[in-house]
């Protein structure tokens, strides 16, 4: 079946604009989450909803970011006002659920994001 | 606070020998622990994983060796190939906390 989807796969932006970024999850996956990948940094945890709901946005790097999804389905990613220090790739994965047992997350191909 | 610490940053292993990658953590609450392969251009795909209730686990050529008295494992790649030139990236979870903490990854060449 199909897995997680991303777009754009690369999107170079001028600083201080704003960027979209987009995850389709797998069909019938209620969870979701967002992770940024810097060069030499690892995985950075951003955000998780379950369902339509974001418990917690501790992990977002700062008030220009921010995140919703619609449906139980589709997330974006919003950067406003974007800085050279966003350029990284952003990672979306999907779970079936979220809870006391580990649900795999399975991952997006992400978003390469350029900021000049 | 880095909670899952990785090592070696990379790693040149010729072809048929043993990939070794190391990684430590602090946070006792820790009950799962993956292994992720990423390839250039894709996602994190998971590998392996344990649970802290055992001491070895084996899937085919991959290994992960489970210290819990040190809080610390390794995954171990037998007879690497070609094939195996990736990225791998070690993780725990903690079922009362946030989603996956990530190691900052080995980038593993295997050389024929």
């Known amino acids: 079946g199909a897995g997680v989807s991303q777009s754009p796969s690369n999107k170079v932006t001028e600083k201080g604009k704003d960027v979209e970024l987009r995850c389709d999850p797998i069909?019938?996956?209620?969870?979701l989450y967002w992770y940024r990948q810097s060069l030499g940094q690892g995985l950075e945890f951003l955000i998780y909803?379950?369902?339509?709901?974001?418990?917690?946005k501790s992990g977002l790097p700062s008030d220009r970011f921010s995140a919703e999804r619609t449906g139980g389905s589709v997330s974006t990613l919003t950067i406003q006002r974007t800085q050279q220090e966003d350029s990284a790739v952003y990672l979306c994965?999907?779970?079936?659920?979220?809870?006391?047992?580990?649900?795999?997350?399975?991952f997006g191909p992400g978003t390469r994001l350029t900021v000049l | 606070q880095q909670q899952v610490k990785q090592s070696p940053q990379s790693l040149i292993v010729q072809k048929g020998g043993i990939s070794i990658i190391n990684c430590a953590y602090e946070?006792?609450?820790?009950?799962?622990f993956p292994w992720y392969q990423q390839f250039p251009g894709k996602g994190p795909a998971l590998l392996i994983a344990i649970r802290p209730d055992v001491s070895e686990k084996k899937e085919g050529r991959f290994t992960i060796s489970f210290n819990k008295s040190a809080k610390q494992f390794s995954l171990h790649i037998m007879d690497s190939q070609p094939g195996d030139s990736a990225t791998y990236f070690c993780?725990?979870?903690?079922?009362?906390?946030?989603?996956?903490?990530f190691g900052k990854g080995t980038r593993l060449s295997v050389i024929a």
């Open positions: 909803f379950q369902g339509n709901s974001a418990p917690d």
């Open positions: 993780a725990a979870w903690d079922s009362g906390n946030t989603p996956l903490v």
């Open positions: 069909s019938g996956h209620t969870a």
């Open positions: 994965a999907s779970s079936k659920s979220w809870g006391t047992s580990y649900n795999e997350q399975f």
């Open positions: 946070n006792t609450a820790f009950d799962y």
